[in-house]
């Protein structure tokens, strides 16, 4: 009798229960697990931001590229040539007016202050 009892009990006790822990567990994982839908949902406003990052520096990528074709010997021009070169080495033309930048900075600064 004990034997018959303690198959039923398992049988229709036991497994049922094992069962619907399984499958809350399975629930629960799909939910909060690792690789559930709150993860898929912060994986999502990843890709957004990183998104918008890509879109930033897709455009710096072209201006950079712009730049560069503009540089290249094929298309070269001459008054972006010129501006480099003055630019980087300091140059000026004969009647050119050069004003240093602390020169600027001083006018700037203090030509609100003094009358006329």
Known sequence: MWVMLSKQFLIGV???A???FCAAMQIYRAVAGNAGYGALAQLEAEV???AGEVDVLRAHREKLQKRADQLNSK????DLVDETIRT???YSRKG???ISRQALDDALRG???KPN
């Open 14 to 16: 036991v497994l049922p």
């Open 18 to 20: 094992a069962a619907m």
């Open 48 to 50: 957004e931001a990183k």
């Open 75 to 78: 298309s070269l021009d001459p």
């Open 88 to 90: 980087v080495l300091g």
């Open 96 to 98: 050119d007016v050069v």
């Open 111 to 113: 030509g609100a202050d």
